[in-house]
């Protein structure tokens, strides 16, 4: 693949990997001992409320949810991110893990961190 492509790439998996950091770092905690491992933080519950709120804490308790879904959509892209950064140190960047033919550079383009071809997706 063109040297440049890559430098391009590799760019674009580096912003896109300090930008999702940035993005868990809003409500999660970064497992230290494993890279791309976050940990969604509870939300403060009946925080300056007297008393419990029972209304407001099923709220947290859905909001919870839905930002355990959001950590781990992010963190898997995370983790495609280091793994992609990975293999263009290491050899192997650009090729489906599936079919091991050249993954379209288009799609490279659009999403750098893509481990298959269209038709292994
Ligand atoms: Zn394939």
């Given at each position: 693949?063109?040297?440049?492509?890559?430098?391009?790439?590799?760019?674009n998996?580096k912003?896109?990997e300090?930008?999702?950091?940035?993005?868990?770092?809003?409500?999660?905690?970064?497992?230290?001992k494993?890279p791309?491992?976050?940990?969604?933080?509870?939300?403060?519950?009946g925080?300056?409320?007297?008393?419990v709120d029972?209304?407001?804490?099923?709220d947290?308790?859905?909001?919870?949810?839905?930002?355990?879904s959001i950590?781990?959509?992010?963190?898997?892209?995370l983790?495609?991110?280091?793994?992609?950064?990975?293999?263009i140190?290491?050899?192997g960047?650009?090729?489906?893990?599936?079919?091991?033919?050249p993954?379209?550079?288009?799609r490279l383009?659009v999403s750098?961190e893509?481990?298959f071809?269209?038709?292994c997706?």
């Amino acid at each position: 693949m063109d040297k440049k492509l890559i430098e391009e790439l590799k760019e674009n998996l580096k912003k896109e990997e300090s930008l999702i950091e940035k993005m868990l770092g809003g409500f999660a905690k970064k497992d230290e001992k494993t890279p791309g491992d976050w940990d969604t933080r509870f939300p403060s519950m009946g925080e300056g409320t007297s008393g419990v709120d029972l209304e407001k804490e099923a709220d947290e308790v859905e909001q919870y949810g839905t930002m355990i879904s959001i950590e781990h959509s992010l963190e898997t892209r995370l983790k495609n991110i280091i793994l992609a950064l990975k293999k263009i140190e290491e050899g192997g960047y650009g090729i489906c893990e599936k079919c091991k033919k050249p993954i379209n550079i288009n799609r490279l383009k659009v999403s750098p961190e893509s481990k298959f071809c269209l038709k292994c997706k």
